[in-house]
C-alpha cells in the first residue's frame, strides 16, 4: 500500500535512501495534490509535452556518451514523465498505472508470437517482420498507406521520412540498390539547382525538401540512420568550430574578423568553406 494518514500521503514516510516503484507513484501523487508542489499541479498534459522529448534525447545523450551514471539518472527522468501523464488521468478516473503496464505487456505477448506462441522467429529480421506485420493487423490497418498515415508527424523530419520509407518498402516500393537511390539523389540536387535560379520560394522548399527525403533513401540503402548521421556532423561541425575559434583567440583576433578562407585555414588546410 501507498504510505499515508488519514488518507493523505505522509511526506515523512517518503524519504528514505532506497525506493520502490510504488514509492515513485506515491510521491507523483503526493506532488500533484493540494498538499504537493504547486507547479507540478498546474502540469498538463500539453504543458509538459516538450519535457519528455527533452528527457528523452539527454537519456540518448548519456547512452552516446557511455555515461552510466547519467543514463540512470535521465532514464529517472523520462520515467517521472510518464508517472505525471498517468498520474493526470488517474485523477480523472480513466486511467492506472496498471492499466498501462497490462496494455505494454498484452502489446508483448502478440507481437512476440515467436516466443509466446508457435510462429517461427529464428532471426531478428524475421522477429520484426513478425512484429510490423501483426502491428498492422491489431492497429486494424488494412493498407499500407495507412501505416504510412500512422508515423506521428512529430517526429523529427529526418527520422520521419526513414520511418516512412521503411514502411513503403515493405510493399515492395523502394530502389533495389543505393545505385537507384544516388540517382534519384542526383536527379533531385539538379531540379533544386534550378529552383535556386529563380525567385520561387515555395518551389525552392519543395524541391529541397525532395532532395533531403531522397538522401534519407542513400541512407537506407546504405543502412546508415539518417537522424543519427547528421547528429554527427553537426558534433564535427562544432568541433572544427571550436578550433576556429580557438586558432582566433590565440592570434588575438575576433572570429568575425576573418575570412571564411582564414577561418578554415587555420583548422584543415585546404578547405575553404567553415563546414
Not at 488518507?7 to 520502490?20: A, C, M, N, T
Not at 503496464?101 to 529464428?122: E, N, S
Not at 537507384?180 to 539523389?185: E, M
Request: charged share 30%; hydrophobic share 40%.
Amino acid at each position: 500500500m501507498y504510505p499515508s494518514k488519514n488518507g493523505k500521503i505522509d511526506p515523512k514516510e517518503l524519504v528514505k535512501e532506497r525506493y520502490s516503484f510504488e514509492d515513485l507513484i506515491a510521491m507523483i501523487r503526493l506532488l500533484r495534490s493540494p498538499e504537493g508542489c504547486p507547479w507540478d499541479r498546474e502540469q498538463t498534459h500539453a504543458s509538459i509535452r516538450k519535457n519528455f522529448i527533452e528527457e528523452t534525447y539527454e537519456a540518448l545523450e548519456a547512452i552516446d556518451n557511455g555515461d552510466l551514471a547519467l543514463l540512470r539518472e535521465e532514464l529517472g527522468d523520462v520515467l517521472l514523465q510518464v508517472g505525471l501523464h498517468v498520474e493526470m488521468e488517474a485523477e480523472r478516473g480513466t486511467m492506472t498505472f496498471e492499466d498501462v503496464i497490462t496494455a505494454l505487456c498484452i502489446k508483448l505477448v502478440q507481437r512476440h508470437p515467436h516466443v509466446f506462441g508457435d510462429v517461427r522467429g529464428d532471426s531478428a529480421a524475421q522477429a520484426l517482420d513478425n512484429w510490423e506485420t501483426i502491428k498492422m493487423r491489431t492497429k486494424g490497418q488494412e493498407t499500407y498507406t495507412e501505416s504510412l498515415h500512422s508515423v506521428p508527424a512529430s517526429f523529427p523530419a529526418l527520422m520521419r521520412a526513414q520511418k516512412l520509407q521503411s514502411r513503403a518498402a515493405r510493399a515492395g516500393f523502394e530502389w533495389p540498390d543505393v545505385d537507384g537511390a544516388w540517382d534519384k539523389l542526383t536527379e533531385e540536387c539538379a531540379e533544386l539547382g534550378q529552383a535556386l535560379k529563380t525567385r520561387d520560394k515555395v518551389a525552392q522548399e519543395r524541391e529541397l525538401g525532395d532532395a533531403l527525403f531522397a538522401m534519407v533513401s542513400v541512407a537506407r540503402k546504405l543502412d546508415i540512420d539518417a537522424e543519427e548521421a547528421l547528429t554527427r556532423a553537426g558534433q564535427r561541425f562544432t568541433e572544427r568550430f571550436a578550433r576556429m575559434e580557438e586558432q582566433a583567440n590565440a592570434q588575438d583576433k575576433p572570429l568575425h574578423t576573418l575570412s571564411p578562407e582564414q577561418q578554415m585555414g587555420a583548422v584543415e588546410p585546404g578547405k575553404t568553406r567553415i563546414t
